[in-house]
């Protein structure tokens, strides 16, 4: 559970591959994972909010903490709260903090999460857990930055980045009333959304490898995947997604005794999702990555797969700086003409960037 000052990661979301720079990467060998790392890459560049939505178990906290360790904000910690993990009276008091004397048992001043997440980034986990009471606090916390704390009527200046998970529809809330849109548009700056493991079969072993690697002892040697129990693997849909794969793997590490993982290993509900035998099966996995098929129906050719690319880049770019030219010139590494004349070829105009602020970056 997070508390007001959480700075662990306690999500299994992305296994922990490791960058020269921080250790917060992100395991990216699918098509839409690639276009996740890319758009998180641009997007850190900002102090814009972001929204970071997918199932349960997917990963949005490791998503989280790969944005906080790419920005200017990397040199301080990221702070971290649960949104349903505190009883609502509760989480008022450690988000604002209070005064002493504000209610029976307030002996002395509590500085409040946001205070003391001030300089850095302040993550909000579970968003559609907030009551609306507060939804209406946390609005004044982005517009204004700054905060009230209980028992107190003086507004106190933050300089923090606020970013939020949910595993929920924040859209269908908001026409339902549940979730405030005004609220909604001002985390919404830019969504990033985590595709399910289901969907990213192309990294399932390379994360299984992760996890293997941590879930072995350290006085044992290393161990692999039989190529029948990597077919197994590859062949379940994992409701569960990364978080069930961790799972699976520490579950059957527990098991074997060898240095090969092998079917027996496993769990029944995944062995009974595998091919029956003369059943058309995926193939063996490739060494040491399995193969990437590609899902699109007409594979375009280099030059329109880069332009499409570059566009989507381009246009992440803009957003986290809120369609200033020369800020995102200066994001990107590039001059404000080279920014301006690749804007033009790209067909991109100075005002297209406002539609990722109500859509999703994935959507078609």
């Not at 693997?233 to 699976?248: A, C, D, K």
């Not at 570059?310 to 957003?319: I, K, P, T």
Request: aromatic fraction near 6%; proline fraction near 8%; charged fraction near 25%.
């Amino acid at each position: 559970m997070h508390g007001a000052f959480d700075g662990t990661d306690t999500s299994s979301g992305l296994a922990p591959e490791q960058n020269s720079a921080n250790g917060w990467s992100l395991v990216a060998h699918s098509p839409a994972m690639r276009k996740l790392a890319a758009l998180v890459e641009a997007v850190s560049r900002s102090d814009c909010a972001v929204l970071i939505t997918g199932e349960t178990g997917t990963g949005k906290e490791r998503v989280a903490r790969a944005l906080h360790a790419r920005s200017r904000r990397s040199h301080r910690r990221l702070l971290a709260m649960h949104c349903a993990a505190i009883p609502p009276t509760l989480l008022e008091r450690e988000l604002f903090g209070h005064e002493r004397g504000a209610f029976t048992g307030a002996d002395q001043r509590k500085i409040g999460a946001f205070e003391a997440a001030s300089g850095g980034t302040f993550l909000l986990d579970e968003i559609g857990e907030l009551e609306r009471h507060l939804q209406v606090k946390l609005l004044r916390v982005l517009q204004e930055k700054e905060i009230v704390c209980l028992g107190s009527t003086d507004p106190i200046p933050i300089d923090v980045r606020i970013l939020a998970t949910t595993n929920r529809d924040l859209r269908a809330e908001v026409d339902t009333q549940s979730f405030r849109p005004d609220l909604f548009y001002r985390l919404n700056t830019v969504e990033l959304c985590v595709p399910p493991l289901r969907e990213r079969r192309e990294d399932i072993l390379a994360l299984g490898r992760d996890f293997l690697l941590e879930a072995t002892p350290s006085d044992e040697g290393p161990r692999r995947f039989g190529p029948e129990t990597a077919r197994v693997l590859l062949t379940y849909h994992w409701p569960g997604n990364v978080r069930e794969l961790q799972s699976v793997i520490e579950r059957a590490c527990l098991l074997c005794r060898g240095p090969v993982l092998q079917p027996q290993h496993l769990p029944p509900e995944v062995l009974n999702t595998a091919p029956r035998p003369g059943a058309a099966r995926l193939a063996p996995p490739a060494e040491p990555e399995p193969p990437v098929p590609w899902r699109n129906p007409v594979v375009p050719d280099f030059r329109e797969a880069r332009r499409r690319f570059e566009r989507d880049y381009f246009l992440q770019v803009l957003a986290g700086a809120s369609g200033n030219i020369s800020a995102a010139a200066r994001a990107a590494g590039l001059s404000w003409k080279h920014f301006r004349n690749k804007m033009r070829d790209l067909e991109i105009s100075p005002d297209a960037w406002q539609a990722l602020a109500s859509h999703s970056l994935y959507s078609a």
